[in-house]
């Protein structure tokens, strides 16, 4: 960000400060804002913004008495108890810059009475593999991953056990696509069990299954990822399902 003074600069931040915590809400993590160094790149100050995870690099000393963390492993000055050592994934790195490259590389500006002044600056990063990394840290089991809805790469995996069902299949995918739900139909040659160890993996929020007694009870299984709840549902229940969900 470039601004002609600090108030600019303070306001340029903490819009960015707030869309990268929206960003992170958006996604579904449970991340923490803490002050940071600002090391080799310099400035006045600096967040950066992390998650939990046991693959992370970083590491911060948490107090449970509190729910704080520290970068220094010491009795908790709020409320004495001595806080664990966590690792952590960091996500995000935001700085304010101030004038230190700009008056390096001679960034300036007139201002509105023609004096001749460096540019303020900000600096603003996220990891976007390391973002992705945190996401799967944080929602997965010992089956594969589980997608939060707003990432996943389909709303639906639809798992066919009879080639004479794709049909059905196919009717039902055009009814939840008018419901702007994406589908990934599994009409592949494998077993069952490869087919569902395969979804689970994947890890799409819901599971649908036409079944082998589908033809003769109309029943269509479900199973919500994340929570492992299982239904038998006809096909006007599915659809007021997923508009409940």
């Known amino acids: 960000s470039f601004d002609k003074d600090i108030e600019g600069l303070d306001v340029s931040y903490q819009k960015m400060r707030q869309a990268y915590q929206e960003i992170f809400k958006y996604c579904s993590l449970n991340f923490i804002t803490i002050e940071a160094e600002s090391g080799f790149m310099g400035g006045s100050v600096s967040e950066e913004f992390l998650v939990q995870a046991d693959i992370g690099e970083d590491i911060l000393f948490y107090c449970s008495g509190c729910n704080s963390y520290f970068r220094e492993q010491k009795t908790c000055i709020r409320c004495q108890k001595q806080p664990e050592e966590k690792r952590m994934i960091e996500l995000g790195h935001i700085f304010k810059l101030g004038t230190k490259y700009s008056l390096a590389q001679e960034a300036f500006f007139l201002d509105k009475d023609g004096s001749r002044k460096p540019i303020i600056m900000g600096c603003y990063g996220i990891g976007v593999s390391r973002l992705l990394s945190a996401i799967v840290e944080q929602n997965y089991d010992d089956k594969g991953i589980i997608w939060p809805k707003n990432l996943a790469p389909f709303d639906i995996s639809l798992i066919l056990l009879e080639d004479n069902l794709l049909s059905e299949a196919l009717l039902l ?53 994340r929570t492992k709840e299982k239904f038998s549902l006809d096909r006007n229940e599915i659809l007021n399902f997923f508009k409940k969900n």
């Open 173 to 225: 995918e055009e009814l939840f696509k008018k419901k702007a739900l994406e589908v990934l139909i599994d009409d592949r040659q494998e077993p069952a069990g490869v087919k569902f160890n395969d979804a689970l993996l994947i890890g799409n929020p819901y599971i649908v299954v036409f079944g082998k007694n589908y033809i003769k009870s109309k029943k269509i299984d479900i199973e919500v990822r």
